[in-house]
């Protein structure tokens, strides 16, 4: 099996390195005041502290129980990926997904890079979060169409020789032709040698290799947005908004897990494979936890490289979650022969896909 083109590591600790090379500083910098005092009844380290431990625990347990749900559906044949449940439901998480990139993470940009606590110019004289949003859309485009040719490309390199390709085709015509015309009587040793070099050629279909490729850049554009609202969660001392955002992202974690295990499951990857993309969900928003409450004394999320930072990634974030649930999820299940052949299952589809951004729409009012 192909090694996946997109590997989940090194772009984690980039990022990290990315986050920490600019979140850092703020902590020696001079800024005004009321961009770095937190004060209030809800402003309590102490009492934030055992939130956060019980955040990164159920956040954890939940991130697993929705991206592992998936993969252990195959005993149960009303959630295979070939049954109409499956498509309800991978349509019911594309819907967290889009609702998250929309009502969660662009919001969070636009008020972070129109915060009074940067300069007027460049932040208040151009729509940075939009420009950097449609940007990231455009490059998800570009690395998602690229990664699948060479993906496609790479997967048919020495597996058989490109002299007997051509070879191997024109005798799966003239064993499909002899197939037509002696059905019922037999196959000789040359046709089941055909047939076996023709599943050497094409053992992966082109269906297939677009199910990875949309694994990866999904699992890319989650790890991103992720790491980001841990980081934020941890280095926050406010008790009241915490509460409800630890509620808020079970939920969210839960179901775009969901999502992003369905992708996972049709990719038909290696168990090995499987393991590692499910840890890379599970952990990246607890990592992002752990890592804000150790720069809680430093870190000030109004200070201006924090806000131009974050607010900056969760744009990009935005732009690929918003491309993936349109593009790859939603419009290829609904442009897909399956859901094209049956009205009534589309219908079930879009009143899932309603139901399930409309739930994480509502999750916004108290995170």
């Not at 049709?266 to 752990?290: D, H, N, R, S």
């Amino acid at each position: 099996m192909s090694t996946p083109l997109l590997k989940p590591t090194p772009i984690v600790l980039l990022l990290l390195h990315l986050t920490f090379s600019l979140l850092i500083p703020p902590a020696l910098s001079v800024v005004p005041e009321e961009c770095t005092a937190e004060s209030g009844s809800c402003f309590d380290k102490a009492k934030a502290l055992p939130l956060k431990i019980i955040a990164i625990v159920s956040i954890l347990v939940t991130s697993l129980i929705g991206v592992c749900s998936p993969l252990f559906t195959r005993s149960v044949p009303a959630l295979h990926p070939d049954r109409d449940l499956f498509v309800i439901v991978k349509c019911f998480a594309a819907g967290i997904i889009l609702a998250t990139g929309f009502m969660h993470v662009l919001p969070d940009s636009f008020d972070m890079l129109s915060s009074q606590c940067l300069k007027e110019n460049p932040w208040h004289k151009f729509p940075f979060t939009g420009f950097v949003a449609m940007l990231s859309a455009l490059v998800t485009l570009m690395v998602d169409s690229m990664a699948t040719s060479v993906y496609s490309r790479k997967h048919n390199v020495g597996i058989i020789p490109e002299s007997e390709r051509h070879d191997v085709h024109q005798e799966m015509g003239v064993v499909t032709a002899a197939h037509l015309h002696s059905h019922g009587h037999g196959h000789g040793h040359r046709h089941h040698g055909v047939a076996a070099a023709a599943a050497k050629v094409e053992p992966t279909s082109s269906q297939l290799l677009r199910y990875r490729v949309v694994a990866m850049v999904l699992e890319l554009g989650i790890v991103v947005h992720s790491v980001v609202i841990g980081l934020g969660l941890g280095a926050s001392s406010n008790v009241c908004t915490i509460k409800g955002l630890v509620a808020a992202l079970c939920f969210h974690q839960m179901f775009e897990g969901m999502g992003l295990g369905g992708c996972i499951l049709q990719a038909e990857y290696k168990w090995l494979k499987k393991l590692v993309m499910v840890f890379f969900f599970a952990a990246t928003t607890p990592f992002g936890i752990a890592i804000g409450i150790a720069l809680s004394s430093t870190y000030r999320e109004n200070s201006p490289s924090s806000l131009i930072t974050v607010g900056l990634l969760n744009a990009s974030s935005a732009g690929l979650l918003i491309y993936m649930a349109l593009v790859d999820l939603l419009a290829a299940d609904f442009m897909g022969p399956k859901l094209q052949h049956s009205i009534k299952l589309q219908i079930k589809s879009c009143a899932a896909v309603l139901l399930g951004a409309g739930g994480m729409s509502l999750m916004a009012k108290w995170a």
